[in-house]
């Protein structure tokens, strides 16, 4: 069969990205014919106006030339000729909370009532499938969590002092909705002797930049780079308003590392038992201090089977 995996162009290595270039690197090893195209997206601001932006992606769509499979990896890169569309989560249309302007929500809703037309739809965990429901009625849908892959450390970043290294991930992004709580996580730590907290990713709000001594901001770094202080972390924390499988988490645990992360119920599908989930502060402060437990790398690799899942719903759709 011919495969083409629809993907959005992208400098981020993570999330979405990240779901795309493994995908595809798997199917092309495992499958013959199978093809990426990736969707540029080309826009212009103008002041605070974007000119372009999805709707330039959605002008490249039409000169893709279809194949039997056409599997858009994000419901952003759909075409007029996907048959298969993994989504991610819906978050930013579901939550009172985001500040999506009325452009950018009309314009995904209008991608979402075209989904009501594809042969399947693959999620990674059922809470996204929930959401999906709310727009797409019919269509089958697929939960297959995600493989996850990790890079070689080649060093270890910390310091030797004594203290105990936290590491956490995401973007803060001033006057925008943050769906990762990071300045919770700052707050908790900040000033408290013995812990450091360590955080990778951009920082645009200028209130939490150098926000205490012991929390030292990192930056966007590259990928070898962040998996040095994934390996040689004490423990991975995270908090978040929800997920759509949280690969930072599970990238941690994958090297062993102890997660504390908040109770989601994407996190209790996925990961089991196997993290410290907390509910408050003083719950995250106690967890710091805990072993950590067994098992945590196995809990992962119990995914590593998600091509033969891919292959089962590409055979379903040929038929």
């Known amino acids: 069969m011919c495969i083409k995996i629809l993907y959005r162009e992208s400098n981020n290595y993570g999330g979405i990205p990240a779901y795309s270039r493994n995908l595809l690197r798997e199917l092309s090893q495992l499958l013959p014919d199978v093809v990426g195209v990736k969707l540029p997206q080309l826009e212009l601001h103008i002041g605070n106006v974007r000119i372009g932006g999805n709707i330039s992606r959605s002008v490249f769509s039409n000169f893709v030339k279809k194949s039997k499979i056409m599997h858009s990896t ?46 399947y ?17 019919e269509v089958p849908i697929a939960v297959i969590p995600s493989k996850i892959f990790i890079g070689e450390a080649s060093m270890n970043p910390y310091p030797s002092n004594g203290k ?5 991930f995401g973007d803060i992004k001033a006057n925008q909705f943050n769906r990762k709580k990071i300045k919770d996580i700052y707050e908790y730590v900040a000033n408290k002797k013995g812990i450091e907290l360590y955080h990778i990713g951009s920082i645009t709000e200028k209130s939490l930049i150098n926000y205490a001594e012991n929390i030292h901001q990192l930056g966007v770094v590259s990928e070898p780079i962040k998996y040095n202080w994934l390996k040689y972390a004490d423990k ?24 504390i992360i908040n109770d989601l119920d994407e996190f209790r599908f996925l990961l089991g038992d196997r993290p410290y989930y907390f509910h408050n502060e003083d719950e995250f402060l106690e967890m710091i201090y805990k072993q950590p437990k067994t098992g945590l790398f196995e809990q992962i690799t119990k995914y590593d089977n998600w091509i033969d899942k891919y292959k089962k719903v590409y055979d379903e759709v040929m038929t």
């Open 164 to 168: 105990i290294h936290l590491l956490t």
């Open 74 to 119: 994000d419901y952003l890169a759909y075409t007029k000729n996907t048959n298969i569309v993994t989504i991610h989560d819906l978050f930013a249309l579901i939550n009172p909370q985001s500040n999506m302007s009325f452009f950018d929500k009309k314009y995904k809703l209008k991608l979402l009532n075209k989904i009501n037309g594809v042969r």
């Open 236 to 259: 991975f924390v995270y908090k978040s308003l929800g997920e759509g499988q949280g690969l930072p988490v599970m990238e941690a645990m994958r090297f062993g590392v102890q997660p």
């Open 121 to 137: 739809i693959i999620v990674q965990v059922p809470q996204i499938a929930e959401q999906v429901r709310r727009y797409v009625k």
